[in-house]
């Protein structure tokens, strides 16, 4: 066999030069394959995986890091993997609503568009109706909101700023950043936190009849843990004397005037806007004035939007220029409460009375749950 030069150096002893020379080939051959691969079309499947990595990062900020949020209470209701705080409910109006208003791709597209902290937050409270309230936000074209809940200045506050603004996103100049995280509205830390973010945060409470709440509360929970004790037994420290167990979080998030104090200390009471929970239920198109006007909206979410559906019990939404089917929250909203025995709820509303009528001063608002 004759000697060669060419697989002596490729076989026997490979030099650097030859080294270097397959290295540029094997890189001009991905560039080939890559360029082909975009001429017939798969590269537009990129920025789709972008978006499916936001709603995972989405995801992780619900899921991570779990403390409670009432310091001192007495926490059954670790209702953390509720599909709620995931925010998948009303995926498809939400998508539908997005390709109408400006294209599914315009948010990549557009560089005028970037993350930014939120300028308003709903911050409560637990089972008053929150997701409903960030669902109807979500139809207007001047918003865009996370759709799951970032617990940041309640459990991922050490994670930072700039951590908190990746989990937002992309909007323009004249739209507004949005969250909720309905625990923030009774935990200690949070006004400070949110005052140190911006003094000018828009902060919206969607209130409930705070006996309702905890029934709703303790349902959520029993859906998950069937084997908890009854509602009747937990809301009491001592039921023959009447005493009633207010380090049960249940029972406290509904002293609502206790809460409401704390954030006074950091922002006037014109910052802050009540929406009643009932009222978003019976008239979904009369609160979102109120909450769009507040923000310094256009009235775009309207009675248009709404459907109220008979079975379910209701408002679900709908796209008033689609001829589309209205669409409702899934099942975790407006689940079917138990029979709570009557002396209790006798007692709760009693209980609530002070703290009620002092909420209603403080807010120069009567919510008629007396
Ligand atoms: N449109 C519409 N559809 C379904 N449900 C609605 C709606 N508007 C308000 N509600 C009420 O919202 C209650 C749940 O409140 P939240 O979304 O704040 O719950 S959570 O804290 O985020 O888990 C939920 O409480 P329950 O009825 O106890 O399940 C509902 O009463």
Request: net charge positive; glycine share 6%; with cysteine.
């Amino acid at each position: 066999m004759e000697y060669s030069p060419f697989l002596h150096s490729l076989h026997v002893v490979p030099s650097s030069h030859v080294r270097n020379k397959l290295f540029v080939f094997c890189i001009m051959l991905s560039l080939w394959v890559y360029m082909i691969y975009c001429c017939v079309g798969y590269c537009s499947t990129v920025p789709n995986l972008t978006y499916s990595s936001v709603r995972r990062h989405e995801n992780d900020a619900a899921t991570d890091n779990r403390d409670s949020s009432l310091g001192a209470s007495r926490d059954l209701l670790n209702n953390e993997n509720e599909l709620d705080s995931r925010g998948d409910e009303w995926d498809e109006v939400r998508s539908e609503a997005k390709a109408v208003d400006d294209g599914a791709m315009s948010g990549f597209l557009n560089e005028t568009e970037s993350k930014k902290l939120p300028q308003a937050i709903i911050i409560g409270v637990k089972k008053g109706g929150t997701r409903a309230l960030l669902e109807f936000l979500r139809l207007h074209p001047d918003i865009r909101a996370v759709g799951a809940e970032p617990h940041f200045f309640d459990r991922n506050y050490d994670k930072g700023l700039e951590w908190y603004r990746e989990l937002m996103p992309k909007s323009s100049e004249d739209q507004l950043t949005m969250e909720k995280t309905p625990s923030y509205f009774v935990t200690r830390e949070v006004p400070s936190r949110i005052y140190s973010m911006s003094k000018d945060t828009k902060l919206i409470v969607v209130v409930r009849n705070p006996v309702t709440r905890a029934i709703s509360d303790y349902t959520q929970t029993r859906s998950k843990k069937p084997d908890i004790p009854s509602f009747e037994s937990l809301t009491f420290k001592n039921i023959s004397a009447g005493l009633i167990d207010t380090t049960w979080s249940a029972v406290q998030i509904g002293m609502y005037a206790r809460h409401l104090e704390r954030w006074l200390q950091f922002f006037p009471m014109e910052q802050l806007l009540f929406v009643s929970g009932e009222r978003l239920i019976t008239d979904p198109a009369g609160e979102m004035a109120r909450v769009q006007d507040f923000l310094g909206l256009r009235r775009v979410v309207t009675e248009k939007y709404f459907h109220f559906n008979p079975t379910k019990g209701f408002p679900c939404l709908k796209r008033p220029e689609v001829n589309a089917k209205p669409h409702c929250l899934g099942k975790t909203k407006g689940r079917t409460h138990p029979n709570i025995d009557p002396q209790v709820v006798q007692t709760l509303r009693d209980f609530y009375k002070p703290f009620n009528r002092k909420f209603y001063k403080m807010t120069g608002h009567d919510f008629g749950w007396d």
